[in-house]
T-cell receptor, first 111, second 114 residues
């Protein structure tokens, strides 16, 4: 079993819909990251969380440390949100700030 | 302030050859991590360098090696290339190796081994 699991693997939404991506992890962590990767390959950091909730524009990220679970929400989705969203954790056991990644959720928002 | 850059963008190598990939960290960042991302998968940690010393290594064979220079730029070297080494190679820099520091990713180098 992977240390970081994401669901769903693929998601298609109509423009304007509310999108939720889930991330579950099995290790103790010091931080959880949500990242966005566009088809060209470059990765952009969206959020870094160790507790609670963060909001940036139409994006909201929450984390429940006790349940080892995080969600990324996209409100009023837009075609430009189409990308792969990746959850990654910095494990308490790992050296430095090494990240362990989930497999990603491929999001397609149709106009 | 320039972001993280990587070179080359793409390259094609033959099985058995050697390759060197380069990464320039964001200004002021002394820590760099390298990741391998196979097609359709999440990235896998290769190793991390802090102030020119290796500071952690993932489950990769010794033919994957690295260097960090005094200006904190970094190289990833892969010897005896195998077909499975075909992937996107990402580097990420940060202000330090504490998990509290955000990592900034480069655009990646896409390596194809034929």
């Amino acid at each position: 079993k992977n240390e970081v699991e994401q669901s769903p693997q693929n998601l298609t939404a109509q423009e304007g819909e509310f999108i939720t991506i889930n991330c579950s992890y099995s290790v103790g962590i010091s931080a959880l990251h949500w990242l966005q990767q566009h088809p060209g390959g470059g990765i952009v950091s969206l959020f870094m969380l160790s507790s609670g909730k963060k909001k940036h524009g139409r994006l909201i990220a929450t984390i429940n440390i006790q349940e080892k679970h995080s969600s990324l929400h996209i409100t009023a989705s837009h075609p430009r949100d189409s990308a792969v969203y990746i959850c990654a954790v910095a494990s308490l056991k790992a050296a430095g700030n090494k990240l362990t990644f989930g497999g990603g959720t491929r999001v397609l928002v149709k106009p | 302030e320039t972001g993280v850059t990587q070179s080359p963008t793409h390259l094609i190598k033959t099985r058995g050859q050697q390759v060197t990939l380069r990464c320039s960290s964001q200004s002021g960042h002394n820590t760099v991590s390298w990741y391998q991302q196979a097609l359709g998968q999440g990235p896998q940690f290769i190793f991390q360098y802090y102030r020119e010393e290796e500071n952690g290594r993932g489950n990769f064979p010794p033919r994957f090696s690295g260097l960090q220079f005094p200006n904190y730029s970094s190289e990833l070297n892969v010897n005896a290339l195998e077909l499975d080494d075909s992937a996107l190679y990402l580097c990420a820099s940060s202000l330090g190796f504490s998990p509290s520091y955000e990592q900034y990713f480069g655009p990646g180098t896409r390596l194809t081994v034929t």
